[in-house]
């Protein structure tokens, strides 16, 4: 009886051992022209004294470099964004981190409080896929339990999609025939995209015309925006932990002024610091004909730059955020991410 138990147990061990590589390798490996998709993965290497963490969408991790806040302030920061990020998935990210460390800082960009459920963000396969991108790649936790049930629509519950969450290999089992080499040379180990959660741009597409969207019906935000606003507003004084709301500076989608109007009341009844960066483009000296490398929808480094440069000596000076290069250690650290950033640059820039 012993023996069949061994067998047994040696026999289910090998098949974990086979689906997991085998699910290693049939999942994305986000090395080639959707690397958004590793960003959310990166951090946990990094987690742990960062006075500073960004959670968002591309307008934070392509409008933002953290090298750049290190260097000019010695701020320590990351950027927990991912593409499409809603603000369900926003509140479930900041909660995770606050398992790893404490920021003194948490930035959130309330573009996404224009999506209000899962339905409203477009084609369900194009919803899925940036829903993959956000969420496969959090460790498992409670957080991350709750955020896949946040994200899915009434169709996804009852198709009873989240175990392809828990077992991945059940949404990516068909991926024979679309593997490449990449999937191989990436099956276990992959290089880092991002530098703490930047994505580097160094393109040069400069605006051509001023973007123009149709007026809305209805410019409230939704319940459940709120909703998780306000968890995210009481899990931060909860934790002592300064939140502030920032509008990056991409001109599209277009951020209206009523819009614009709610975010600057509700700042104001909670005692949040609230910036609007479109306000504010001609102090960060962004030149939308050299700073964007998509006609003005994000930022390319050089405007990265300015714009961390700009809202560095806010965080440095008015929110107090400490100047770590006197430590060491943390010093250290940094000087490798600096080296890495640069390089990484330079041969971006050939």
Request: negative net charge; aromatic residues 14%.
């Amino acid at each position: 009886m012993k023996k069949k138990i061994a067998l047994l147990t040696s026999a289910l061990l090998v098949c974990g051992i086979l689906l997991y590589f085998l699910q290693a390798l049939l999942v994305p490996k986000y090395m080639d022209n959707t690397k958004e998709g590793a960003l959310i993965g990166e951090y946990y290497e990094n987690a742990g004294n960062n006075d500073v963490i960004f959670i968002g969408d591309c307008e934070v991790y392509e409008n933002f470099s953290p090298i750049t806040l290190w260097e000019s302030y010695g701020i320590t920061s990351y950027i927990r964004g991912s593409a499409q990020q809603l603000i369900w998935q926003s509140y479930y990210l900041m909660e995770e981190t606050f398992r790893y460390e404490t920021p003194k800082v948490m930035v959130f960009n309330v573009l996404s409080m224009k999506y209000d459920t899962p339905k409203s963000t477009g084609a369900q396969s194009q919803r899925g896929a940036y829903n993959r991108m956000t969420l496969d790649g959090m460790r498992w936790s409670a957080s991350k339990w709750n955020s896949i049930q946040a994200s899915m629509t009434e169709e996804e519950k009852e198709k009873e999609a989240a175990y392809s969450y828990i077992f991945p290999i059940l949404r990516y089992h068909d991926r024979w025939s679309q593997l490449k080499a990449d999937d191989f040379q990436y099956w276990l180990k992959r290089p880092t995209v991002s530098d703490n959660g930047y994505l580097m741009q160094t393109g040069i597409k400069p605006l051509e015309d001023e973007y123009v969207e149709r007026p809305l019906a209805d410019y409230s935000f939704g319940e459940n925006s709120w909703y998780y606003l306000e968890k995210m507003t009481q899990l931060c004084k909860e934790k002592g932990t300064q939140l502030v709301l920032i509008k990056a500076p991409s001109l599209s989608p277009v951020w209206w002024d009523q819009w614009d109007a709610q975010i600057e009341e509700y700042a104001a009844e909670n005692d949040l610091l609230y910036i609007n960066m479109l306000d504010h483009q001609e102090e960060i000296g962004i030149d939308w004909q050299y700073d964007t490398y998509d006609a003005g929808l994000h930022l390319n480094v050089y405007g990265a730059e300015k714009t961390a440069a700009w809202f560095g000596h806010i965080l440095r000076f008015e929110l107090q955020v400490p100047d770590r290069r006197e430590d060491a250690a943390i010093s250290q650290i940094w000087e490798k991410k600096v080296n890495t950033y640069r390089d990484r640059k330079e041969v971006m820039e050939q």
